[in-house]
């Protein structure tokens, strides 16, 4: 999967380079997932953008919704790719288990700096995030594949994730309340057992919606979940059947996952701030489909001369993979410069990014238009410093 890098990268110990041979559609995905997460974190007006370009208040899904747990479940199929490249070439597991630790202790780090930056508040500081919660769920998923390569475990471990918090969340008693959807309601926002649960372990200063966060520490075990189905489908990719089989079985898996997570959701709702069982299967039945459709469009139609060396001759597959291939660095620089623009303030009660919303909207009347041009405006830039600092210069960071 990786090979090394030229002396100008030697700036960061996890810099890589892509092989050419590796599946272009992964890395594709991973663009556009990037790409539409800067899109709906930058929103101009986070209360007047369009719909689908902000999370469901509670219960319910947007494609908004779908973002996160593509994200995860990509990390989950590149682990596989990743760990069996470097168990082929001798690494012990020993090493590797090492190395899987240095990689999670380097985005936890990264997650703090993007959820605290650039007051690090020590009252306010918080400890969960995006980036935290992948991290542990690459350092859980990982090495358990290192040791246990084979599928069956990280089936009945998915199964057991799954049900197992669906039984937590519905059966265990919240104490001082009662039992849920007996003695109060089934997930309700504040008086349930993730958000009980941060609560008593962290002060409301602490944790984005104050009353609770939507990375909570309970419900990463259904997000481990998330990882353990990209995992497998990583799995799957590295069978001996023809491509073109393997994306219709994932299109199989996709509807499934769909039809599974929908049936759940009228007794489980799907919850993306509490990451119910339901949404697991649901969000990921829509990777998986377009996981399919990259895959089929990206691997299975296109020919070997397409593309010469890594160097793509399609425009929209150089954007994509922009992001794709440096994705954390896309993520780290969107975040950074968003908390940077929310600190400047222009007149009193205004911050620089209000001011840039206002003066868009001020040519571009529809509050929804004005907030998605400023998204893709602010997209852009992120997509320009890493062409011009990573990609042109086929740097890639991979952590």
Not at 322 to 331: Q, R
Request: contains cysteine; charged residues 15%; positive net charge.
């Amino acid at each position: 999967m990786t090979t090394p890098v030229p002396a100008h990268a030697a700036i960061d110990p996890v810099a890589t380079a892509t092989r050419p041979h590796r599946l272009l559609s992964i890395d594709l995905l991973r663009g556009l997932t990037m790409g539409f997460m800067i899109i709906v974190n930058d929103n101009g007006s986070d209360s007047g953008a369009y719909w689908a370009l902000k999370h469901a208040h509670w219960n319910g899904c947007t494609p908004t919704d779908l973002v996160f747990p593509t994200f995860l479940f990509l990390v989950g199929i590149t682990t596989v790719f990743s760990t069996a490249g470097r168990l082929q070439r001798g690494d012990s597991k020993s090493s590797l288990i090492l190395h899987v630790l240095r990689r999670s202790v380097i985005l936890f780090l990264l997650g703090l700096v993007v959820n605290n930056f650039p007051f690090f508040h020590l009252a306010t500081f918080r400890f969960y995030g995006v980036l935290p919660r992948i991290a542990l769920c690459y350092l859980i998923v990982a090495t358990f594949y290192i040791l246990s390569p084979g599928w069956r475990s990280k089936a009945v471990a998915l199964a057991g994730c799954l049900v197992g918090y669906w039984v937590l969340m519905r059966y265990v008693p919240i104490p001082g309340y009662g039992i849920p959807g007996k003695d109060i309601p089934l997930l309700d926002p504040d008086i349930n057992l993730v958000a009980w649960l941060d609560r008593h372990l962290f002060s409301a200063g602490h944790l984005y919606e104050k009353v609770r966060d939507p990375e909570g520490l309970l419900s990463t075990l259904p997000a481990i979940g998330t990882a353990l189905i990209g995992l497998l489908t990583g799995l799957w990719l590295r069978t001996g059947r023809p491509l073109a089989a393997k994306a219709w079985g994932i299109v199989a898996a996709g509807l499934s996952g769909i039809l599974l997570g929908g049936l759940w959701n009228f007794s489980f709702p799907i919850n993306k701030k509490l990451w119910t069982s339901s949404y697991v299967l649901y969000a990921a039945g829509f990777s998986l489909l377009l996981l399919a459709l990259f895959l089929w469009l990206a691997d299975v139609r296109r020919s070997r001369k397409d593309h010469i060396n890594g160097k793509l001759t399609s425009l929209a597959d150089t954007s994509l993979l922009v992001l794709g291939t440096n994705a954390i660095v896309a993520y780290e620089l969107s975040e950074v410069l968003a908390s940077t623009l929310g600190s400047i303030h222009m007149a009193p009660g205004r911050n620089l990014q209000e001011w840039f919303y206002l003066h868009i909207q001020a040519i571009v009347p529809d509050v929804a238009f004005a907030s998605l041009l400023y998204s893709l405006g602010y997209l852009a830039v992120c997509w320009i410093v890493v062409y011009v600092l990573f990609y042109r210069r086929r740097i890639f960071i991979k952590i």
